[in-house]
């Protein structure tokens, strides 16, 4: 053969470009032929396939990349590549560029417009808005506030505040009498209890089912504000935020 070229379906993660150059490098000196790899781009559910296709000379030097996250079209001559010097990769910077990639690749493909959040004022819903602000318009992303006793002032201000840094559209949904009603309903069998993680679990299930609720009747897609580190130790309320 003249040239070796991989076709891929090589998932984006936090050190997977460096993997990467290694093995075509090597790939390509053990051939001692040019090299051409062809990366999907898109995202499927949690998997996002970032591209950032590159072309190797024999000597196993990189000649060519393309952009990360962008879908496209490029001709390349092999008899005429030259080396280049690698890129600095920003990890963090990366991690952001794949979320936003994948939210905006998800709502692309099924055709959703708007998006809805629980915001609460910490760092994880925060996050998430932003996130998504850069995916699809901060003007499609609207942030529901559920203060209840058991939320701050300053969580609220916080929360009010980020949406209007960011230039969502946001309102308060006060669960207060809500989860009263839950307090009421349970007194009989927890009377006499210390107050705990039980009574707190009914706020995050409380906001989830309102949360839903606004998404059926107004179409707007709702987006988990627990995190991957929560999720893992099973942190997040279940039937709530999980």
Not at 139 to 163: F, H, I, R
Not at 202 to 226: E, P
Request: glycine share 8%; with cysteine.
């Amino acid at each position: 053969p003249d040239v070796v070229i991989n076709l891929s379906a090589s998932p984006f993660n936090q050190h997977k470009q460096e993997e990467r150059y290694d093995t075509l490098k090597r790939a390509a000196l053990g051939f001692n032929k040019p090299l051409i790899y062809v990366n999907q781009v898109g995202a499927h559910t949690d998997l996002i396939f970032d591209g950032r296709s590159m072309v190797f000379n024999a000597q196993g030097e990189m000649c060519w990349q393309a952009k990360a996250f962008d879908e496209a079209i490029y001709t390349v001559d092999t008899n005429h590549i030259s080396p280049v010097e690698e890129t600095t990769i920003n990890s963090i910077e990366e991690i952001y560029n794949s979320l936003v990639f994948g939210l905006k690749d998800y709502f692309q493909k099924n055709g959703f417009k708007t998006a809805l959040l629980g915001s609460s004022g910490g760092i994880d819903s925060a996050v998430v808005q932003a996130l998504l602000s850069d995916a699809i318009g901060a003007e499609n992303v609207t942030a529901v506030l559920m203060p209840s006793k058991y939320s701050s002032e300053g969580s609220v201000q916080d929360a009010m505040t980020l949406s209007q840094q960011l230039g969502n559209p946001y309102f308060q949904l006060p669960i207060a009498t809500i989860i009263d009603a839950y307090d009421k309903v349970l007194d009989p069998l927890y009377n006499g209890l210390p107050i705990g993680l039980a009574e707190e679990n009914i706020q995050a299930r409380t906001r989830a089912n309102l949360l839903m609720s606004l998404s059926n009747k107004f179409g707007h897609i709702l987006i988990n504000t627990s995190n991957k580190s929560e999720l893992s130790v099973g942190y997040s309320t279940l039937y709530g935020d999980l």
